[in-house]
């Protein structure tokens, strides 16, 4: 059974950065393409970015690219997502998990929507 933990959220002030973290158990996880998604109070979740297994591939949305930065380490386990530049448009509860992942695109795996394997997620909160 898939477990993740994310973690590193906060409240910060417009301009400001945060580092999440996302700790995923139960999954091989160097086979898989990683992404976090956002979702913004009162909306549906989305894509903020994603990774390939290898790190050589990225994905980010039109929203955050060139103010975050998604990395992996695979030897821990680990998913990260450096945030800059924070606006209050990017509060919102982020999460991680395993992706579908091309050029122009990134979704949630089916396998990880088909089991629900969404973690609880960390909250951002971007004030001005």
């Known amino acids: 059974q898939v477990q993740v933990v994310e973690s590193g959220g906060g409240l910060v002030q417009a301009g400001g950065s945060l580092n999440l973290s996302c700790t995923v158990s139960?999954?091989?996880?160097?086979?898989?393409?990683m992404g976090w998604f956002r979702q913004p109070p009162g909306k549906e979740r989305e894509g903020a970015s994603c990774?390939?297994?290898?790190?050589?591939?990225?994905y980010y949305s039109d929203s955050v690219k060139g103010r975050f930065t998604i990395s992996r380490d695979n030897a821990k386990k680990r998913l990260y997502l450096q945030m800059n530049s924070l606006k209050p448009e990017d509060t919102a509860t982020y999460y991680c998990a395993s992706v579908t992942l091309s050029r122009n695109s990134c979704s949630p795996s089916p396998t990880w929507t088909l089991h629900n394997s969404w973690g609880q997620g960390t909250q951002v909160t971007v004030s001005t």
């Open positions: 139960g999954l091989t996880f160097d086979g898989y393409h």
């Open positions: 990774i390939s297994w290898n790190s050589i591939a990225t």
